[in-house]
């Protein structure tokens, strides 16, 4: 017999009920040489794909340290409900043992269309050797209804995917992490995504272990990932900090930067997307009170680099070949907590659901009742319980009907003015004389009509200072109205917003520099290239951290945007409101007519 890898294979693909005998037959076949032939299968692997070849490359290197019995299910549209199997037998010289003996592995390619899937999975289940440990390994988008889930879910060894593979990094964070909850998904989770990660992981863990370094972990207030095509893994790495060191971290607030609340304050999250030719993570950089720290992949010598500490030192990073990430888990018993916690965490930088409470009225005039009753009725709920109604008013033309009911015979005398304070979320680059002006439009139809008192109008000094300028006044007039110490956020009683029919709330336009403001900041002056303008707006967590979101959409022209907004992909550039979502367990509701629910 040959030292070379002997593959026995039936030839042409058979029938499910044939397998074993075949199988027996192809055995036999080997046997008859005089070298010993040891068909050992210590486990059962069963691969999930929608690339045969794939599957075969990356099972190809399983055999030799763990013999098994590997059943590949792939799909085939054009087979229908047909289904096919094609067993084969693989012997590899062994290792550690003089060479003319060989250990072999079974491997069975199933292959049916997508109407076959079913049965597949249960002659998929009906290969497996009894006793033996199985693993399913996902390589395919993940989908939790996928039948073979349904059908080999209570697997003892555990369901190993890539995440590193998933097209849509939050949808498929999103899925883990309802397997993780789905209480009859009972075996464990791997992926080999985060075996990749581990380098990096003992690699940032190291640069704090010197004792001058440790005490500025707990002062971390910055964490910026660079990677290519790779937000999960740098997503997996945020939950895996938020973790360990007890960070909450914001919900939904996804796209490519987040916030977490330290011990210490806020830490800002950003994921960077580099221009590096291999996808990966490349760099994480975390600064702190004290230093930054950086760990660095070097393709150079496959070694993670950490500077910035009291010792610049290297670790080694992780095997990156998928075949020795596979051999790894395949090798360890028992679940990896570690990166459970961290998905757990990861998941919520990913969640998406828009929970906003939607409510569709008639017409434009119904939706300005609406907004004027649930005004008063925050109102009055907030100066009863803390003598105050802080209010951040919206801007464009919606609002104008909302703010003449207001301050009209119906609803003028519903509230003590006296103690109601008003804000912008957001104001043109002009000064307060200009027609564009939201505060001229409010002072118009609103405060002069009611005689609130000057004190209580809390404006921004656009047009009359530079933006930026105006801006970071105006974020010092919110922290000494609401007393704040840096890096905290004001909680807005109500805020009201409305949506321009390219997605836009407040003065955060699609793909501008607005939408990943730092945490921390409370006001900015946001360049708005499709208007050609600068606009000064509360960046989303100012809005986000409200206790009364009410946004405000009407009109046909609105109609597809908010169809988008609610029913299409999370795509927060593209449609910045969806990007609104009570951080601090405020409520959020939006309120559509008729014509723009259509
Ligand atoms: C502004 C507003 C802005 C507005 C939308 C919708 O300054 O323009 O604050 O965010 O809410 O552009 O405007 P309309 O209500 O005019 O459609």
């Known amino acids: 017999m040959t030292d070379a890898t002997m593959t026995r294979t039936a030839g042409q693909p058979t029938k499910i009920a044939n397998i074993e005998k075949e199988l027996g037959e192809l055995w036999s076949q080997l046997a008859t040489d005089d070298d010993t032939v040891t068909r050992a299968t210590t486990l059962n692997l069963v691969i999930y794909t929608e690339s045969v070849e794939r599957a075969m490359q990356l099972a190809s290197q399983v055999p030799a340290s763990h013999p098994c019995r590997l059943i590949v299910l792939t799909i085939d549209p054009q087979m229908g409900d047909t289904l096919t199997a094609e067993p084969t037998v693989v012997c590899r010289p062994s290792f550690g043992r003089e060479a003319r003996s060989h250990v072999c592995g079974e491997q069975i390619v199933i292959t049916t269309g997508r109407e076959g899937l079913t049965r597949a999975a249960y002659a998929v289940q009906s290969l497996l050797i009894a006793d033996n440990l199985t ?6 988008e993940f989908d939790l209804d996928h039948p073979l889930l349904e059908v080999l879910n209570e697997l003892s060894g555990g369901l190993i995917v890539d995440s590193a593979q998933f097209a849509d990094p939050e949808a498929g964070l999103r899925a883990l992490g309802r397997y993780l909850t789905t209480p009859h998904f009972t075996s464990d989770l791997f992926d080999m995504n985060w075996e990749r990660l581990k380098g990096f992981c003992l690699g940032v863990a190291s640069a704090f272990e010197p004792v001058e370094d440790r005490s500025s972990l707990w002062k971390i207030r910055s964490v910026e990932i660079a990677h290519r095509d790779q937000r999960l893994a740098g997503m997996l790495i945020f939950g895996w900090l938020a973790d360990r060191l007890g960070w909450k ?29 291999i996808p990966g993570l490349w760099k994480i950089s975390i600064g702190t009170d004290a230093a930054t720290y950086v760990a660095s992949f070097s393709e150079v010598d496959g070694c993670i680099h950490i500077e910035g500490g009291s010792i610049a030192h290297t670790k080694t990073a992780a095997p990156m070949q998928s075949s020795a990430l596979l051999d790894t888990i395949l090798s360890v018993t028992g679940p990896d907590r570690v990166y459970l916690h961290a998905l757990q965490s990861a998941g919520l930088l990913a969640e998406e659901t828009i929970s906003a409470e939607v409510v569709v009225v008639e017409n434009a005039d119904v939706l300005a009742g609406f907004a004027a009753r649930k005004f008063v009725t925050l109102a009055k709920a907030a100066i009863r319980a803390n003598g105050r109604f802080t209010v951040a008013l919206s801007g464009g033309s919606t609002p104008k009907a909302l703010f003449a009911l207001l301050a009209g015979p119906r609803f003028r005398n519903e509230v003590d003015w006296a103690h109601v304070h008003f804000f912008w979320g957001d104001e043109r680059d002009v000064p307060l004389t200009d027609e564009q002006s939201n505060q001229k439009m409010a002072r118009e139809t609103l405060l002069t009509p009611l005689a609130i008192p000057e004190a209580n109008i809390h404006g921004i000094a656009a047009g009359d200072l530079p933006a930026r300028d105006a801006a970071a006044k105006y974020a010092d007039d919110l922290r000494a109205f609401f007393g704040l110490a840096m890096g905290d956020l004001p909680t807005f009683d109500f805020v009201l917003l409305g949506m321009g029919d390219d997605g836009h709330t407040a003065s955060l336009f699609p793909h501008s520099a607005g939408l990943n403001a730092p945490g921390d900041a409370l006001v900015i002056a946001n360049e708005v290239p499709q208007l050609q303008t600068t606009r000064l707006s509360f960046t989303f967590a100012v809005i986000n951290h409200a206790a009364h979101i009410l946004a405000l959409v009407a009109g046909a022209k609105k109609a597809d945007t908010i169809h988008a907004v609610l029913r299409g992909p999370y795509q927060p550039d593209v449609h910045p409101i969806q990007r609104i979502k009570p951080s601090a367990g405020g409520m959020y509701t939006l309120a559509l007519d008729r014509e723009a629910a259509a």
């Open 249 to 277: 971290l914001t919900h939904g607030e996804a796209g490519q930067a987040w916030t977490a609340q330290s011990k210490a304050g806020i830490v800002n999250l950003s994921l960077v997307d580099t221009d590096h030719t």
């Open 135 to 140: 693993y399913l390994l996902w390589m395919a």
